[in-house]
C-alpha cells in the first residue's frame, strides 16, 4: 500500500523536530567535519516481517534531501538476521541526524507487521481476516496501522468518524440493544456501516430482530459461544470476535468461521524489531 509523502511527512516531521531539539544534533556538529560523506547500511539483527521502509527513506530526506537513500527489502517482505534492508549514502552529518527517528519508525512498524504476520499464519486455511483496533499510539496510527497492512493483516475503521460501532457503554447509556439500533436506524446516513457489540448470545438475538447492523462484535466469548454465535448469524451479518485474542487462540476461533478477529495487541503490545544502522 502506497501512501504519499504529503500524508506521511507532518508526522515524521514532528518526530525529527523533537529529536534535534532547539540547537540540533550538537554531538555531530562538534565532531564531523563539513563535507564528510559516508555510506551507511540499515541491516536486520533479527528475523521477521519489515515495515518503515518508505517513512525511514522520508525521514532521511527531511533531513537532506542529497542524501541517495535505496530500499533493499521493500514494505512487506520477509528479512533474515544481518540482512542489509536499506543504504544511505552522502553527508555523514545527515545520516547521523536522521538515524534515530528513522530507525525508531522502521523498528516499530516492522515489530508491528512481524506480529501481524504470525497471527495471519494462525488463521490460513479459513477466510477470516484478522484486524488491528484504535489502540495506536497518539500521534501514530497512519505508521501503525499501515504496518498492520504490512504484515497481511487488515484495517479496522481509521477514526471516530469511520463507521458506527456501538460499543457496551453506548448500550447502557441509550437503554438497551433494540432503543439503540431503533436510534442508529432513524438517524445514521444510509452510507455509514454499523457495527453493535454483544457480550452473550440473548444480545445477538436481540440484534438479528431488530436489525440495522451490518457487523456484529463478539465479545469476550469463549469459543464454543463463538461457533453457536456464527451458526445464529448464519451469514446475514458479518461476525467479528474480539477480546482476549492470544496468538496460540487465533486457530480455533478462526475455525469457528467468524469474518474478523479484532487484535488490540498488534499496535498496543508489540516488540520492536531489531534494526541497527552502521557506517560502512
Known amino acids: 500500500m502506497h501512501v504519499p509523502d504529503l500524508v506521511l511527512e507532518p508526522m515524521v516531521r514532528n518526530a525529527l523536530l523533537e529529536d534535534m531539539g532547539a540547537y540540533g544534533d550538537a554531538t555531530t556538529r562538534a565532531?564531523?567535519?563539513?563535507?564528510?560523506?559516508?555510506?551507511?547500511?540499515?541491516?536486520?539483527?533479527?528475523?521477521?516481517?519489515?515495515?518503515?521502509?518508505?517513512?525511514?527513506?522520508l525521514a532521511f530526506r527531511l533531513v537532506d534531501p542529497q542524501l541517495a537513500v535505496s530500499v533493499i527489502i521493500e514494505d512487506g517482505q520477509a528479512c533474515e538476521p544481518g540482512q542489509s534492508v536499506m543504504t544511505i549514502e552522502g553527508e555523514a552529518a545527515s545520516i547521523l541526524m536522521g538515524e534515530r527517528v528513522a530507525l525508531n519508525f522502521a523498528g516499530r512498524m516492522s515489530g508491528i507487521a512481524?506480529?501481524?504476520?504470525?497471527?495471519?499464519a494462525e488463521a490460513t486455511g479459513t477466510a477470516?481476516?484478522?484486524t488491528c483496533t484504535r489502540k495506536t499510539t497518539p500521534g501514530l496510527r497512519i505508521a501503525e496501522k499501515l504496518a498492520v497492512l504490512h504484515g497481511g493483516g487488515f484495517n479496522h475503521r481509521y477514526s471516530l468518524s469511520d463507521a458506527v460501532l456501538i460499543k457496551d457503554n453506548h448500550i447502557a447509556a441509550a437503554g438497551g440493544v433494540r432503543p439503540v439500533?431503533?436510534?442508529?436506524?432513524?438517524?445514521?446516513?444510509?452510507?455509514?456501516?454499523?457495527?453493535i457489540e454483544v457480550d452473550t448470545l440473548d444480545q445477538l438475538g436481540e440484534v438479528l430482530e431488530e436489525g440495522g447492523a451490518h457487523n456484529v462484535l463478539l465479545?469476550?466469548?469463549?469459543?464454543?459461544?463463538?461457533?453457536e454465535a456464527v451458526r445464529l448469524?448464519?451469514?446475514?451479518?458479518?461476525?467479528?470476535?474480539?477480546?482476549n485474542m492470544r496468538l496460540e487462540r487465533i486457530a480455533e476461533v478462526a475455525a469457528t468461521?467468524?469474518?474478523?478477529?479484532?487484535v488490540g495487541a498488534l499496535t498496543h503490545s508489540v516488540r520492536t524489531l531489531d534494526l541497527g544502522l552502521d557506517f560502512s
Do not use: C
Open 31 to 57: 565532531v564531523i567535519p563539513s563535507g564528510t560523506t559516508w555510506r551507511a547500511e540499515m541491516r536486520a539483527r533479527e528475523a521477521g516481517r519489515i515495515s518503515g521502509m518508505a517513512i525511514a527513506a
Open 114 to 120: 512481524t506480529m501481524t504476520a504470525a497471527f495471519v
Open 128 to 130: 477470516t481476516r484478522i
Open 181 to 195: 439500533l431503533q436510534a442508529v436506524k432513524a438517524s445514521a446516513s444510509h452510507m455509514m456501516a454499523v457495527e
Open 219 to 227: 465479545d469476550n466469548m469463549d469459543t464454543p459461544t463463538l461457533a
Open 233 to 243: 448469524v448464519d451469514g446475514r451479518i458479518k461476525t467479528e470476535a474480539s477480546g
Open 257 to 262: 468461521g467468524v469474518d474478523y478477529i479484532s
